[in-house]
């Protein structure tokens, strides 16, 4: 089968015609492989994958396997190839233990409440086949995993840093945000023996107990968009991340989770922390000796840091004060990078990214030259592979010379939809969407803090029609570096009911709060369908109105154009 290269020759024509019929062969290519009393669909989540009461998965043998070691989960429900044994070994040697996430059930008439989890106990999650030696703490045969730094509010105003870091001989400099080396978060005092310090409750929750809920799990549609070059590989990445929210929202499809009808609608979370690897040290419940530092996220989740328009360019919209949240990087890498010329917003990215390690390693990947060919390794494969480890809403890819692909920007926040003209539909608004924020220069910087909020607003139930979202009001604006505004206007007072009860469960944010007038606020807080299609009220153009209004500067064939609006209005 031969699918189309997309944006690598774009042709407004694919998202038309070959896009939708790849999906189609697709499927027909599946079920030609199917038996007569088996069904093909397009969903995210097998909805009863570890339901321990009233189902039957034909060829599941006994849980509590050498594999996942799980007490819901087979080991015959792992795909046999290693690549996914390997990836869910290591992420299990690495924590410490088996992740376990707690996902909240949706309270109705006949939930028994306070609901407690038949299935899985906090108990027997203490269990000794869950139990692993803590790598990070234990004395023997621990690695030196380097130093790092923490970003804080002190290195963003210039008294730490880089440049601190520069002066001292290349060693990282305290965080004076915090007050130690390293901190990034303060937890209470719990004892550094256990990995397992933080097992979730089972109280009104469902617990999940491998990272298969979250390997290969999920029901991923991912759009790989490629760029020209690295400056407009930059600003995909950058105002593709503040849309992630608001396209979980509109595609949100795992309400059920074990056979339960959960309190959200969306899988981002459950995902993430199915494969959460942080240490002891790096959850904050240990000391921190070998470790790099504290890790606020999974290597699942939502990017730390926007990248900025370049050295080179003339769009000013980036403001280092976008990157208003903690994280943690590599000094050694940091360094090394800066030293051969690379900017500090590109540098801290790649360093951010070398606080992981690999899950495993193949043997080929490891010799220094090509069997086939007998030429020597640049590095590439190695660092597509670690790549492949860090997956957020939206990852950046160099250029490759064995597959002669440039930049590539892949967005990972669509929940995948029941039928192909659904997905065919939301991959075509957000190429369209990518010309546009490359064609008209679009400014839709949130600050990270404001992006993580709307990301968890965006997973609850019936987002997409009643939770509010933090938005740029003017998306024209910034690229001469003066704002069309200041602050933001809460509009929690003046909405309705349903709004204010939907956001009570918002944690704190006072940075985030402002007075300002429909007419001056920088960012205000919209439905769903006033950042598709604009509010009069403040001022706001609209995604979808822009994405339509650039369909005639294609000069398009009637017919093709009229097939994307269509496509569009779904």
């Known amino acids: 089968m ?44 097998f909805p009863l994958l570890g339901a321990t009461t009233g189902t039957h998965i034909d060829g599941q043998g006994p849980t509590n396997g050498p594999l996942l070691r799980s007490q819901l989960l087979s080991d015959d429900c792992l795909h046999p190839i290693p690549p996914f044994a390997l990836e869910i070994d290591g992420i299990i040697e690495r924590r410490g233990a088996v992740p376990h996430t707690a996902v909240p059930v949706f309270h109705d008439t006949n939930t028994p409440w306070p609901f407690i989890d038949p299935g899985l106990s906090p108990a027997a999650l203490d269990l ?22 923490s970003i804080g509010a002190s290195d963003r105003s210039g008294n730490n840093g880089p440049a601190a870091a520069a002066a001292n001989g290349g060693l990282p400099t305290p965080n004076l945000a915090h007050g130690r080396l390293f901190g990034v978060l303060q937890s209470g005092p719990t004892p550094a023996s256990s990995p397992l310090l933080d097992i979730p409750s089972n109280r009104n929750c469902v617990l999940l107990d491998s990272p298969l809920f979250g390997v290969g799990s999920g029901g991923v549609l991912r759009v790989t968009l490629c760029a020209a070059d690295l400056d407009e590989a930059r600003v995909l990445y950058d105002h593709l991340a503040p849309i992630s929210a608001i396209m979980i929202a509109l595609t949100a499809a795992t309400p059920i989770v074990r056979g339960y009808l959960t309190d959200r609608d969306s899988y981002w979370d459950v995902q993430c922390g199915a494969v959460d690897d942080r240490s002891a040290q790096e959850r904050g419940f240990a000391p921190l000796t070998t470790a790099k530092g504290k890790l606020i996220k999974s290597r699942f989740g939502t990017i730390d840091s926007y990248l900025g328009s370049g050295p080179n360019s003339k769009d000013k919209s980036f403001s280092p004060q976008y990157n208003d949240n903690n994280y943690t990087y590599d000094s050694g890498a940091n360094l090394s990078m800066l030293e051969s010329g690379i900017d500090e917003e590109l540098a801290q990215h790649v360093a951010h990214l070398f606080i992981r390690d690999l899950h495993f390693a193949t043997d080929k990947m490891l010799r220094d030259k090509d069997d086939a060919t007998g030429s020597r390794s640049n590095g590439q494969e190695h660092f597509k592979r670690f790549l492949g480890c860090n997956r957020q809403n939206v990852c950046l890819y160099p250029p490759n010379t064995r597959t002669r692909s440039g930049w590539e920007v892949e967005f990972m926040s669509l929940e995948v939809q029941l039928t192909d003209a659904e997905n065919a539909a939301f991959i075509t608004f957000i190429v369209l969407l990518s010309r546009v924020l490359i064609s008209y220069r679009l400014n839709l910087y949130l600050p990270i803090s404001m992006m993580d909020l709307n990301m968890a607003r965006a997973q609850r139930i019936n987002a997409v029609k009643e939770q509010l979202f933090l938005f740029r009001r003017d998306l024209f604006s910034g690229r001469d570096g003066k704002l069309s505004g200041k602050g933001r206007i809460s509009r929690h007072e003046n909405s309705d009911s349903s709004h204010t009860a939907a956001h009570a469960q918002d944690p704190p944010r006072p940075h985030l709060l402002g007075s300002d007038s429909p007419d001056t606020a920088e960012y205000v807080e919209l439905t769903i369908d006033e950042i598709l299609n604009g509010s009069p009220t ?19 064939e009637y017919d093709v154009e009229q097939d994307l609006r269509r496509q569009l209005m779904l």
Do not use: W
């Open 2 to 45: 031969t699918y189309p290269p997309y944006l690598r020759a774009f042709s407004v024509q694919q998202l038309v015609t070959e896009i939708p019929e790849c999906l189609r062969a697709r499927r027909r290519l599946l079920k030609s492989k199917m038996n007569g009393d088996e069904m093909l669909l397009s969903i995210t989540q």
């Open 128 to 149: 000794g086949i869950l139990r692993l030696p803590d790598a990070s703490t234990s004395s023997g045969g621990s690695r030196d995993r380097d130093s790092g730094c």
């Open 538 to 556: 403040h001022k706001v153009t609209g995604l979808l109105n822009i994405v339509l209004s650039y369909l005639p500067t294609m000069r398009l």
